[in-house]
């Protein structure tokens, strides 16, 4: 005689708590709002930079920066450098083409990381919102005091969604 513990009310009891939890964990990752439970402010600057395409020269228009699934790209180019010129407030429009979280969080002056997570509004750059869901679009505004190479990431994935500005 074979047991089939589906059969057993315990058993029962089991797969159908099991399959709940997946069902409402499936739910919640993708029906919550972009940024819930984060808490930060919003800038509402509407400044807009000059686009910075491949070969690290303005063209005249807005820098718009892509999150893929585990990358950043500006016109094509992953894990971009962006030059922005010194002492202006520049504004990036992001979107999350991917489907995964992401955000973007430019490190500070000594080119480290203060915060494993970044906050908008905090004491480094981050993005607004600074959660972005798969189809989200946001921004992230900013100005350098000095002339250098600084580096910038994804929170959600450090080594492999990275980039560089360099202000001249």
Excluded: W
């Excluded at 480290?112 to 959660?131: I, K, M, Q, R």
């Amino acid at each position: 005689m074979k047991l089939d513990v589906t059969k057993l009310p315990l058993g029962e009891a089991l797969i159908a708590f099991v399959l709940a939890a997946v069902v409402v964990t499936f739910i919640l990752a993708f029906t919550l709002p972009s940024g819930a439970g984060i808490e930060g402010e919003a800038e509402g600057d509407d400044t807009v930079a000059e686009e910075t395409p491949a070969d690290g020269g303005p063209t005249g228009g807005d820098i718009v920066v892509s999150m893929g699934d585990n990358f950043f790209e500006l016109d094509g180019q992953r894990e971009p450098d962006i030059a922005v010129p010194l002492g202006e407030q520049i504004t990036i429009d992001l979107t999350n083409d991917g489907s995964a979280v992401h955000n973007l969080h430019i490190a500070g002056a000594d080119n480290e990381y203060g915060d494993a997570f970044c906050e908008t509004g905090g004491d480094e750059p981050c993005s607004d919102p600074n959660l972005f869901a798969g189809g989200d679009t946001g921004d992230i505004t900013f100005s350098f005091d000095e002339p250098g190479t600084f580096v910038f990431r994804c929170d959600f994935h450090p080594t492999q969604m990275t980039g560089t500005i360099t202000v001249e």
